[in-house]
């Protein structure tokens, strides 16, 4: 029975293993959230809403039906956060961490396996690079909590309640979960500066790329002999981290702009500044609120909800189409209104395949928001269209941003949401593989060409 299971899995494509990894990742959440001791005395959940809850928690997403802080209790708190690394760090890249701790050999299958689940090209480096991402984020977990927890005591009562809600805070904000046990975000801390300016660096340094953070950790540890070599930074490491502060500082601008007149209006520039820039910083995939969002105006919502569906960088704890995508796309804009047939960027030229994979990411990304917002307005049409268009893009984005409505939904709507939240953290290359296969097999034969009317 085993060897036969074992000759069927070996048929599998990485793309679907590590969907089932996934799929096993939620089941085994489900297991653990509906232990009596995750709940406080007397709680009881219902079975929906504990898989809403797993795979919101797996995704990294943050949706919740529910407040985590009138549900769970301390024991709960501390299954949220051990599966939030599983989701945010990525499946692979923490069973290949126990694998070497356990000693085992990591073979050909899982090389390939974390090659997929961390979008990278070659077979080479693989375990050094699921050390060096788990290194780093669990050290930025840690020194956030620890500057969480000291400025908390201002806070809170005790220092262990102060030291639990840093810890939480930052494993929330660096993972960008957007899950809290305050019950109301960070609107608590919507007066403290510096609370809000460290989830934004926590919820960067979680979404801007692990292979980011990697190649700075090596630029600022070159020996002094090293030098004398510059070091040359990957275009993928320029296009994402210039792509992605181009849109915290664009959509912090016009965030100011839209609500100037509006829910800034009685507010001094530092506090607007503030709400505007944490806003925007959260809104790429972390879902952290410091204020109402639905006392925003509808071109604010309109932006965040497009944010949200770009989402973070490539191998990074975010979801949506991805920052590269969304580059990649306004350069071929670019240089096709231009008539350029090759695309150049940083002194490189962008290779052709990743410029179609870029836009049949898009294109299958707003086909499926489409179709899920279509299907919302039917199932829940209570709820009004922006509502719904933003929720559609938070749960796709892995973002967890609400405007309310998540509790309110049918058992549909909950399931049309899981399903985006799944499918934005696996990614979509790993959606597309699932779908059509990942073999590259060229035929040997062509038809004749000819062209066809567009636009």
């Given amino acids: 029975m085993r060897s036969k299971f074992r000759v069927w899995l070996e048929k599998r494509s990485p793309a679907q293993v590590i969907t089932g990894y996934y799929l096993l990742a939620v089941t085994i959440s489900i297991l653990l959230f509906c232990i009596p001791a995750v709940h406080k005395p007397g709680v009881k959940v219902s079975f929906i ?4 809850t797993a795979v919101s928690v797996v995704s990294d997403t943050g949706l919740s039906v529910f407040s985590i802080s009138e549900k769970y209790s301390v024991f709960g708190y501390f299954v949220i956060m051990i599966v939030l690394q599983f989701g945010g760090i990525g499946i ?33 480096g693989l375990v050094n690079l699921v050390r060096e991402i788990i290194k780093i984020i669990i050290l930025i977990e840690l020194f956030g909590a620890l500057i969480f927890g000291f400025h908390f005591l201002k806070y809170f009562p005790s220092w262990k309640e102060a030291f639990l809600q840093g810890l939480f805070a930052s494993v929330s904000s660096t993972t960008n979960a957007g899950l809290d046990i305050t019950g109301q975000s960070l609107v608590p801390f919507a007066n403290d500066y510096f609370v809000q300016f460290v989830s934004v660096i926590l919820i960067i340094l979680g979404a801007i790329g692990f292979p980011v953070l990697i190649e700075v950790k090596t630029y600022l540890s070159r020996k002094k002999m ?3 070599h510059p070091f040359r930074f990957s275009l993928f490491t320029k296009l994402t981290t210039f792509t992605y502060f181009i849109l915290l500082v664009v959509g912090t601008i016009f965030v100011l702009l839209f609500e ?49 569906f770009i989402g973070g960088s490539p191998n990074s704890v975010g979801g949506g189409i991805r920052t590269t995508t969304f580059a990649l796309n306004m350069l071929f804009i670019f240089h096709f209104a231009r008539g350029n047939r090759d695309i150049k960027v940083f002194n490189r030229e962008l290779h052709p395949d990743d410029i179609m994979k870029s836009l049949a990411i898009t294109m ?58 799944f499918i934005g953290r696996i990614g ?7 779908i059509g296969g990942s073999n590259k097999k060229r035929t040997n034969y062509h038809y004749p060409k000819e062209r066809v009317i567009t636009g």
Wanted: charged residues 10%; negative net charge; glycine residues 4%.
């Fill in 49 to 52: 809403d504990t898989v809403f």
């Fill in 428 to 434: 979509l290359t790993s959606f597309l593989f699932i």
């Fill in 364 to 421: 299958l990304a707003i086909v499926m928001c489409c179709v899920s917002v279509v299907a919302l307005s039917i199932s829940d049409s209570q709820h009004q269209l922006i509502e719904i268009f933003f929720e559609v893009c938070s749960a796709f984005g892995t973002v967890g941003m609400s405007m309310g409505i998540t509790p309110e939904l049918s058992v549909f709507g909950k399931c049309v949401l899981m399903v985006l939240m």
């Fill in 226 to 228: 090293d030098l004398a």
């Fill in 92 to 124: 692979m890249a923490m069973s290949t961490f126990f694998w070497m701790l356990l000693g085992r050999k990591i073979g050909f299958r899982e090389r390939r396996l974390i090659m997929v689940d961390n979008n990278q090209f070659a077979l080479s």
């Fill in 260 to 308: 100037y007149n509006h829910y800034f209006k009685n507010f001094s520039w530092h506090e607007s500044f503030f709400y505007a820039l944490f806003q925007t910083a959260s809104t790429r995939s972390a879902g952290l609120t410091t204020m109402d969002i639905t006392q925003f105006s509808m071109p604010t919502l309109l932006l965040m909800s497009i944010f949200m």
